[in-house]
């Protein structure tokens, strides 16, 4: 089973890099991890997030405001498909009810 929150130390060193990268990524990024004092205790979901930014970074060749946008894209995406999903649900229930009364 998979750990709730990692540190700062366990994430960098999944991620190759240094931990004041993460640091650095969290503040120029605006991440909001969790603290436990100033321990920081970092997600799955704040990893891809990193994972992302890293790639991105790196190895995608993008300067730090192209990976915000390209990041902010994707958040703006998962949005969407979440607002259909819930619009999906409201015409399936109503369907349902229908069926129910033929």
Do not use: C, H, P, W
């Amino acid at each position: 089973m998979a750990k709730l929150f990692y540190s700062t130390s366990e994430v960098a060193e999944m991620l190759d890099v240094n931990v004041s990268r993460i640091r650095f990524y969290e503040k120029k990024f605006n991440l909001r991890f969790k603290r436990n004092g100033q321990d920081r205790q970092i997600t799955e979901k704040d990893i891809e997030t990193l994972r992302d930014i890293i790639v991105n970074a790196n190895k995608g060749g993008l300067t730090l405001k192209g990976v915000k946008r390209k990041i902010s894209s994707k958040s703006d995406q998962n949005k969407t498909k979440n607002a259909l999903k819930a619009k999906l649900l409201t015409i399936r229930a109503f369907l349902v009810e229908t069926l129910k009364e033929v």
